[in-house]
């Protein structure tokens, strides 16, 4: 790997990995860019290609790639339903291929490897938390193109990359959650709004008034908050608004 990227250890790097956390809308963008930056921090010209598998479900995907062919790459393992990527996540262990021209353990794999000019890889996990479960991969063009100190920088980086993905999910969970009570908030509203002018309209009661809105959500196959919001809309429109729904 080039000299000057070692700059980055460990001094910058955190900074480098916080960038992209706060840069980027949403976690799947903070992947792309993760793969990106990881191709680039980390590697020299024989350093290919560069991805990121997430596991979910126990279903392996790969979220992000520089290459396509480092995507194609990680398809093949999925198929085959194991490989160096696969293994890294499954045993939280780092996985290197040295010379795959002398790997037996993943024939799919490595003859599809060796078809893309790929003579050595890495896979490293990341850790995540909860269920999912994550890998970062690097293929290189040479045989042995990964030395131990390659190996070590690799490890150190994906301890913190971990963290600021990790960092990156929460985040991206939390603004999910805080629309997800805007919108409760929006709808009950609305609803809200809806069952009083009902109640003013036919003199009923608040029970009355939502059952009124309940069928008509069923009859017309109709959102509740949709049925409320139409409701609210006429109001505001023509104060002589209609509230009487045909079952």
Same mark, same amino acid.
């Given at each position: ?114 078809? +893309?000019?790929?003579?050595?890889? %890495?896979? /490293? ?5 909860? $269920? &999912?479960? !994550?890998? #970062? ?23 913190? +990359?971990?963290?600021?993905?990790? %960092?990156? /999910? ?5 603004? $999910? &959650?805080? !629309?997800? #009570? ?66």
């Amino acid at each position: 790997m080039a000299d000057d990227t070692r700059l980055l250890f460990p001094d910058l790097l955190v900074d480098h990995l916080q960038d992209l956390v706060l840069k980027t809308e949403d976690v799947k963008e903070m992947l792309d860019e993760l793969a990106e930056f990881s191709a680039v921090t980390l590697a020299d010209p024989a350093i290919a290609f560069c991805s990121i598998t997430l596991i979910q479900r126990k279903k392996p995907v790969t979220v992000a790639s520089n290459e396509d062919s480092a995507l194609r790459l990680d398809e093949t393992q999925y198929s085959a339903g194991d490989g160096p990527c696969l293994s890294a996540i499954r045993q939280q262990l780092v996985v290197h291929v040295p010379d795959l021209t002398n790997e037996d353990r993943w024939p799919a794999y490595t003859a599809a490897a060796l078809e +893309a000019g790929v003579g050595s890889s %890495l896979s /490293v996990p990341l850790v995540l938390e909860g $269920e &999912a479960e !994550a890998g #970062l991969n690097f293929y290189s063009t040479r045989s042995h193109g990964f030395t131990g100190e390659d190996i070590s920088m690799v490890e150190t980086y994906s301890y913190h +990359a971990s963290k600021a993905l990790r %960092l990156a /999910v929460r985040i991206s969970q939390l603004a $999910e &959650a805080k !629309a997800h #009570l805007i919108a409760a908030m929006e709808s009950r509203t609305t609803i809200d709004l809806a069952t009083g002018a009902i109640m003013a309209q036919n003199r009923c009661s608040q029970e009355a008034a939502i059952r009124i809105l309940r069928i008509a959500s069923n009859t017309r196959n109709v959102k509740l908050r949709d049925i409320a919001a139409s409701v609210v809309a006429s109001i505001s429109h023509d104060p002589r608004v209609r509230t009487h729904f045909d079952a």
